[in-house]
C-alpha cells in the first residue's frame, strides 16, 4: 500500500509505455510471451566431468545446476528480468529467487516436490550452490514438508469450496503490499523464475502457463539433451514470459548471457560481480 510491499521496491524510472501497460494488460497472461532458447552443451559435459573428479560421488554437479547458476547470475547481472507487475505498477523483486520441481522418485506416479531458494551468486561459489540444492532436495525427498505445503494440507481440510476464502483474502492483501513477509518467502509462486526440469525424464522443452496468483513472471522449462547433425550436444529451454516487466531487446540479451555462461562454465565457478560492474 502506498508504493510499499516488503518484498520489493516500487520502480520509478519508467517510461510512460512501460508504466501504462498493466492498465492495457492487467493479467500477466494478457501480456504473456514465449521464447525458445537452444544451449550447446558439449563444453558443460567436459566441465563436470573434470569437476566432479573432485566431489562427493553423491552430489555431482549437473547439468541442471550449471542452468540453476546461469539463470541466477543473469537475474542479478540483469535485475530488469527480476522485477513483477502487482496492483497495476512494477515492482523491483528483493533478491534472487529461483524455484524448481523434483520428482520424489524416478517412477511412474511418483509425488513432485517444490523447492524455493533464495539465491546468492555475488557471494557464494558454483559449489556451495550445488550443496544447498542437494540440502534442499535431500529434506524434500525424506518427506520434510515445506511451509506451504502445510498451509495447503489445512486449507484441504476445509470443505469445499471454504479454502477460496482464505486464499481471495491474501490476494486482496497481496494486492495492497500487506501480505506478510514470512509468507511470501514460502511461497513458491513468489519467485524470480520457476524452473521445470523435463530433461531429466527425458522429454522435449514445452511452454508453462503464467499462474496469476503470486509474482512470478517467467517460467522455465529445460528439456532433454540432444545430438545435432554434428555429433554435438545441446538442449533446449522454453521460456514463457510477463513482457510488462521489460522489452523484448534486454529479455534477449539477458537469454544470451545465460546460454553463454553454459558454453563457458569456468566462468561460473566463483562468485559473480554485481551489475555495477559490468
Same mark, same amino acid.
Given at each position: 500500500?502506498?508504493?510499499?510491499?516488503?518484498?520489493?521496491?516500487?520502480?520509478?524510472?519508467l517510461s510512460a509505455?512501460?508504466?501504462?501497460?498493466?492498465?492495457?494488460?492487467?493479467?500477466?497472461?494478457?501480456?504473456?510471451?514465449?521464447?525458445?532458447?537452444?544451449?550447446?552443451?558439449?563444453?558443460?559435459?567436459?566441465?563436470?566431468?573434470?569437476?566432479? @573428479?573432485?566431489?562427493?560421488?553423491?552430489?555431482?554437479?549437473?547439468? $541442471?545446476?550449471?542452468?540453476?547458476?546461469?539463470?541466477?547470475?543473469?537475474?542479478?547481472?540483469?535485475?530488469?528480468?527480476?522485477?513483477?507487475?502487482?496492483?497495476?505498477?512494477?515492482?523491483?523483486?528483493?533478491?534472487?529467487?529461483?524455484? $524448481?520441481?523434483?520428482?520424489? @522418485?524416478?517412477?511412474?506416479?511418483?509425488?513432485?516436490?517444490?523447492?524455493?531458494?533464495? $539465491?546468492?551468486?555475488?557471494?557464494?561459489?558454483?559449489?556451495?550452490?550445488?550443496?544447498?540444492?542437494?540440502?534442499?532436495?535431500?529434506?524434500?525427498?525424506?518427506?520434510?514438508?515445506?511451509?506451504?505445503? @502445510?498451509?495447503?494440507?489445512?486449507?484441504?481440510?476445509?470443505?469445499? =469450496?471454504?479454502?477460496?476464502?482464505?486464499?481471495?483474502?491474501?490476494?486482496?492483501?497481496?494486492? $495492497?503490499?500487506?501480505? =506478510?513477509?514470512?509468507?511470501?518467502?514460502?511461497?513458491?509462486?513468489?519467485?524470480?523464475?520457476?524452473?521445470?526440469?523435463?530433461?531429466?525424464?527425458?522429454?522435449?522443452?514445452?511452454?508453462?502457463?503464467?499462474?496469476?496468483?503470486?509474482?512470478?513472471?517467467?517460467?522455465?522449462?529445460?528439456?532433454?539433451?540432444?545430438?545435432?547433425?554434428?555429433?554435438?550436444?545441446?538442449?533446449?529451454?522454453?521460456?514463457?514470459?510477463?513482457?510488462?516487466?521489460?522489452?523484448?531487446?534486454?529479455?534477449?540479451?539477458?537469454?544470451?548471457?545465460?546460454r553463454d555462461w553454459?558454453?563457458?562454465?569456468?566462468?561460473?565457478?566463483? =562468485?559473480?560481480?554485481?551489475?555495477?560492474?559490468?
Amino acid at each position: 500500500m502506498f508504493g510499499k510491499r516488503p518484498d520489493a521496491t516500487l520502480v520509478r524510472d519508467l517510461s510512460a509505455m512501460r508504466r501504462f501497460m498493466p492498465y492495457v494488460s492487467p493479467r500477466r497472461n494478457d501480456s504473456v510471451f514465449y521464447m525458445n532458447q537452444e544451449i550447446r552443451a558439449d563444453a558443460a559435459f567436459e566441465f563436470m566431468e573434470k569437476a566432479n @573428479k573432485e566431489r562427493p560421488r553423491n552430489r555431482p554437479i549437473t547439468l $541442471f545446476h550449471l542452468y540453476l547458476r546461469a539463470v541466477s547470475i543473469a537475474m542479478l547481472r540483469r535485475p530488469g528480468v527480476n522485477r513483477f507487475v502487482k496492483a497495476g505498477r512494477l515492482w523491483q523483486r528483493d533478491g534472487v529467487w529461483i524455484t $524448481f520441481s523434483a520428482k520424489k @522418485k524416478l517412477i511412474d506416479g511418483a509425488p513432485m516436490i517444490t523447492i524455493k531458494r533464495c $539465491f546468492h551468486p555475488e557471494s557464494e561459489t558454483l559449489g556451495e550452490m550445488t550443496d544447498a540444492t542437494y540440502e534442499q532436495l535431500s529434506l524434500g525427498r525424506k518427506g520434510k514438508k515445506t511451509t506451504s505445503e @502445510k498451509e495447503m494440507d489445512w486449507l484441504l481440510r476445509l470443505p469445499h =469450496p471454504l479454502p477460496r476464502i482464505p486464499l481471495a483474502i491474501a490476494r486482496f492483501a497481496d494486492h $495492497f503490499g500487506l501480505l =506478510p513477509r514470512k509468507i511470501i518467502d514460502a511461497d513458491p509462486l513468489y519467485s524470480s523464475v520457476f524452473i521445470a526440469n523435463l530433461g531429466s525424464i527425458n522429454y522435449p522443452a514445452g511452454f508453462h502457463h503464467l499462474w496469476e496468483y503470486g509474482t512470478t513472471s517467467i517460467f522455465a522449462v529445460m528439456g532433454e539433451v540432444e545430438q545435432d547433425a554434428t555429433g554435438g550436444r545441446k538442449f533446449t529451454a522454453a521460456y514463457t514470459y510477463d513482457e510488462r516487466i521489460e522489452d523484448g531487446l534486454y529479455s534477449q540479451y539477458s537469454l544470451g548471457m545465460v546460454r553463454d555462461w553454459i558454453a563457458n562454465p569456468e566462468t561460473m565457478v566463483e =562468485p559473480a560481480k554485481p551489475p555495477e560492474d559490468d
